[in-house]
């Protein structure tokens, strides 16, 4: 008989077996000590341990279920397929009801990642014992990735027959997380936090789930708690960073920022860890710093791109006013969103140029200082820059969507700005249409109506066509009765 292996590396998962689930005792613990110690030989000396699993087994051991299984996962534990598979065989010749010997098949075959013949053989040992906890969890964890419905099956499965084994809680929420389903996994994870005893593994999933689940207050509460069990858990302290920024508690996030970078070799830092860093900065008003993080977090992931991080970074840099590197920032995003690009993702990068131009404001010339005039020269240049850029990008956004009055109204404010003094009327025509597909809405805001009109009232008032300037102002009474620049308009056009 070929050799055979350690003990049951603590007989068929005897934490979650207990001794009268199967027909057979099990291991006695001196008769497991024997298995663990010929085990040890396995690798050095396999004949020696072959010969000591013979002398275990000669009496009336022959036919001893148990044993013959803990033989058999030795040798597979030390990589010996072939011995593991003859122990599996003379276990189930022994007694073919018997779940322990199917439950070693199915992992021999799993070791091999033949998951579906693992899974039949753990669907034999539930056959034969329903009460086969270990082939249950083996069949479920064996699925999670490949099909994690599968997995929820067998558990449920297991908890309708078994509900008040708490573990299955636990595998339950696991394989619902796999499936992501979190807001069920949620739900099982809860049941068993209450009823279990979580270790910080657990904290850590329980925790994940909740910030997955944008439980952020109580997914804080968790890693709290977990931290409290074992201090130094990078992912604990991850999502300590990660729920801070989430409930607004920017200081203690950067806190806690610094707490989880400390140790800068770490090789276990991913883009998002960079991300939350800088999101933190930022929400922070420190700005230069979170521009350092958002650039490592843009460099860490080198196998995907991220469009997002450019964006986000874009809106920190709008935030401190500096449109040049928001411009630049948003034109990154949008260059790596390709085709994937929304409309409104154009729109607001017309928007973008547009407030740039705004915040380019002509300084008043000083007469004791030369330099004034042309300080404002170059921002009216670069302001009309930014200017014919937003035209350009509302008029994609127009032609893009044509029933929307959006590109044809920030066109008309665009062009506006380009013709303060309303001489040329280039914001004329974009009003119109603008206002053409706003009346055709009756929840249209009524500010953008106003506004539309208003220009238009304006406009028309200018070219001294004081009748059709009265039809505007006319229209903004209908809807705003008090309003006062149409009051005062149509006063001064009264014969």
Same mark, same amino acid.
């Given at each position: 008989?070929?050799?055979?292996?350690?003990?049951?590396?603590?007989?068929?998962?005897?934490?979650?077996?207990?001794?009268?689930?199967?027909?057979?005792?099990?291991?006695?613990?001196?008769?497991?000590?024997?298995?663990?110690?010929?085990?040890?030989?396995?690798?050095?000396?396999?004949?020696?341990?072959?010969?000591?699993?013979?002398?275990?087994?000669?009496?009336?051991?022959?036919?001893?279920?148990?044993?013959?299984?803990?033989?058999?996962?030795?040798?597979?534990?030390?990589?010996?397929?072939?011995?593991?598979?003859?122990?599996?065989?003379?276990?189930?010749?022994?007694?073919?009801?018997?779940?322990?010997?199917?439950?070693?098949?199915?992992?021999?075959?799993?070791?091999?990642?033949?998951?579906?013949?693992?899974?039949?053989?753990?669907?034999?040992?539930?056959?034969?014992?329903?009460?086969?906890?270990?082939?249950?969890?083996?069949?479920?964890?064996?699925?999670?990735?490949?099909?994690?419905?599968?997995?929820?099956?067998?558990?449920?499965?297991?908890?309708?027959?078994?509900?008040?084994?708490?573990?299955?809680?636990? $595998?339950?929420?696991?394989?619902?997380?796999?499936?992501?389903?979190?807001?069920?996994?949620?739900?099982?994870?809860?049941?068993?936090?209450?009823?279990?005893?979580?270790?910080?593994?657990?904290?850590?999933?329980?925790?994940?789930?909740?910030?997955?689940?944008?439980?952020?207050?109580?997914?804080?509460?968790?890693?709290?708690?977990?931290?409290?069990? $074992?201090?130094?858990?990078?992912?604990?302290?991850?999502?300590?960073?990660?729920?801070?920024?989430?409930?607004?508690?920017?200081?203690?996030?950067?806190?806690?920022?610094?707490?989880?970078?400390?140790?800068?070799?770490?090789?276990?830092?991913?883009?998002?860890?960079?991300?939350?860093?800088?999101?933190?900065?930022?929400?922070?008003?420190?700005?230069?710093?979170?521009?350092?993080?958002?650039?490592?977090?843009?460099?860490?992931?080198?196998?995907?791109?991220?469009?997002?991080?450019?964006?986000?970074?874009?809106?920190?840099?709008?935030?401190?006013?500096?449109?040049?590197?928001?411009?630049?920032?948003?034109?990154?995003?949008?260059?790596?969103?390709?085709?994937?690009?929304?409309?409104?993702?154009?729109?607001?990068?017309?928007?973008?140029?547009?407030?740039?131009?705004?915040?380019?404001?002509?300084?008043?010339?000083?007469?004791?200082?030369?330099?004034?005039?042309?300080?404002?020269?170059?921002?009216?240049?670069?302001?009309?820059?930014?200017?014919?850029?937003?035209?350009?990008?509302?008029?994609?956004?127009?032609?893009?969507?044509?029933?929307?009055?959006?590109?044809?109204?920030?066109?008309?404010?665009?062009?506006?700005?380009?013709?303060?003094?309303?001489?040329?009327?280039?914001?004329?025509?974009?009003?119109?249409?603008?206002?053409?597909?706003?009346?055709?809405?009756?929840?249209?805001?009524?500010?953008?109506?106003?506004?539309?009109?208003?220009?238009?009232?304006?406009?028309?008032?200018?070219?001294?066509?004081?009748?059709?300037?009265?039809?505007?102002?006319?229209?903004?009474?209908?809807?705003?009765?008090?309003?006062?620049?149409?009051?005062?308009?149509?006063?001064?056009?009264?014969?």
């Amino acid at each position: 008989m070929i050799m055979k292996t350690k003990v049951l590396s603590a007989l068929c998962f005897s934490f979650l077996l207990s001794a009268s689930l199967y027909a057979q005792e099990p291991l006695s613990q001196d008769m497991a000590k024997q298995v663990d110690k010929i085990a040890a030989m396995i690798k050095d000396n396999p004949d020696a341990a072959e010969d000591a699993f013979d002398e275990l087994l000669k009496g009336k051991n022959k036919k001893n279920v148990s044993l013959l299984v803990a033989i058999g996962r030795a040798y597979l534990d030390n990589g010996k397929i072939d011995a593991a598979k003859e122990f599996a065989e003379d276990a189930r010749k022994a007694d073919s009801k018997n779940g322990e010997s199917y439950v070693l098949q199915g992992d021999i075959a799993l070791s091999v990642k033949d998951v579906g013949t693992a899974c039949g053989f753990y669907e034999q040992a539930i056959l034969f014992d329903e009460d086969c906890f270990e082939a249950y969890y083996k069949y479920a964890n064996a699925y999670i990735g490949v099909n994690p419905q599968l997995s929820v099956n067998m558990l449920l499965k297991l908890k309708e027959k078994h509900p008040g084994e708490i573990r299955v809680d636990r $595998e339950l929420a696991n394989a619902y997380y796999q499936m992501g389903s979190y807001g069920k996994a949620k739900q099982v994870f809860d049941e068993y936090m209450q009823k279990g005893q979580p270790d910080v593994q657990d904290y850590s999933r329980y925790s994940m789930l909740l910030y997955l689940n944008k439980d952020y207050a109580q997914s804080l509460d968790m890693v709290n708690k977990g931290l409290a069990l $074992e201090a130094d858990n990078h992912l604990l302290k991850r999502l300590k960073m990660y729920d801070l920024y989430e409930t607004k508690a920017y200081v203690e996030g950067i806190q806690a920022g610094d707490v989880f970078f400390a140790d800068p070799n770490n090789p276990d830092f991913v883009y998002m860890d960079y991300l939350y860093r800088a999101r933190l900065y930022a929400a922070n008003n420190e700005i230069d710093k979170a521009m350092v993080e958002f650039d490592k977090a843009m460099k860490a992931d080198e196998t995907t791109v991220h469009p997002e991080i450019a964006k986000e970074a874009s809106e920190a840099q709008q935030k401190a006013q500096n449109y040049p590197e928001a411009i630049r920032l948003y034109k990154q995003y949008l260059d790596e969103m390709n085709d994937k690009a929304e409309v409104t993702d154009l729109f607001m990068f017309g928007r973008l140029y547009y407030m740039a131009a705004g915040a380019l404001s002509t300084p008043v010339a000083d007469s004791t200082q030369t330099e004034a005039p042309i300080v404002a020269a170059v921002d009216t240049i670069q302001m009309k820059a930014y200017l014919v850029e937003a035209d350009t990008i509302f008029a994609q956004v127009a032609e893009r969507v044509p029933d929307n009055y959006l590109g044809n109204f920030w066109r008309a404010r665009t062009n506006a700005m380009l013709d303060p003094e309303t001489s040329q009327g280039l914001a004329k025509p974009y009003y119109e249409k603008a206002l053409a597909i706003l009346e055709q809405n009756p929840k249209a805001s009524k500010n953008v109506l106003i506004e539309c009109e208003s220009y238009l009232g304006y406009y028309y008032f200018l070219k001294e066509e004081y009748e059709q300037s009265k039809v505007y102002w006319e229209k903004i009474l209908a809807i705003d009765p008090e309003n006062a620049t149409a009051k005062q308009a149509m006063e001064g056009l009264q014969p």
